[in-house]
């Protein structure tokens, strides 16, 4: 159940979901989440492509690879979610716990399929948490079966792999389905300082 508190959502896309959840103060790209002075909890969705499985391949901003470490801090500072793909290299450069452990700040990690909240790929992300228990994390909904799309790999990958699923359009790759924001605001309102 989604309370008032508000949530501060860092890094989010120009169109995000965010802006239509009550109680959610969006970062975006035209709002630099560096100048966000809060103290509220935080769902931080720092530019990824820096710290991906295919980075080799990236071209991020100069600046952008450093956006995910400023997330880490203000999580750990305010309590909250921060969300990055399943294979994410931040977990290495900045010490945050394998799953099954808590760090020093009480933080923990969950991966977790965004096709369970309606992504139309599998879509697997982790998520690192401070501020709750695991056991405070709202319902997480399983469904069963598979995602109707890929998220998209190279022709030589889906023929090894006997995919044949359509590949997901580069722009809704990284869009967060409803279902999922609305759930990590929860999972955000239950962190604490």
Not at 145 to 174: C, N
């Amino acid at each position: 159940m989604i309370t008032n508190q508000e949530v501060a959502v860092l890094f989010a896309r120009a169109d995000s979901i965010y802006k239509s959840i009550p109680g959610c103060d969006v970062w975006d790209i035209d709002r630099d989440a560096r100048g966000w002075r809060g103290t509220c909890p935080v769902v931080a969705h720092p530019p990824c492509r820096a710290w991906g499985c295919l980075s080799h391949m990236a071209k991020p901003r100069p600046d952008e690879k450093a956006l995910a470490l400023y997330s880490v801090n203000q999580i750990r500072i305010n309590g909250g979610v921060l969300e990055h793909p399943a294979g994410s290299k931040l977990w290495k450069e900045a010490g945050l716990p394998a799953l099954g452990e808590t760090d020093a700040w009480g933080g923990f990690t969950m991966i977790l399929p965004q096709f369970w909240f309606g992504h139309l790929a599998d879509k697997a992300t982790r998520l690192y948490v401070c501020g709750c228990s695991p056991a405070d994390a709202p319902p997480v909904p399983i469904v069963l079966g598979e995602a109707p799309r890929t998220m998209g790999s190279t022709r030589r990958h889906k023929v090894l792999a006997g995919i044949q699923k359509p590949e997901l359009l580069k722009k809704d790759r990284e869009k967060t389905p409803e279902a999922f924001a609305i759930w990590l605001v929860e999972l955000a309102r239950k962190c604490r300082r």
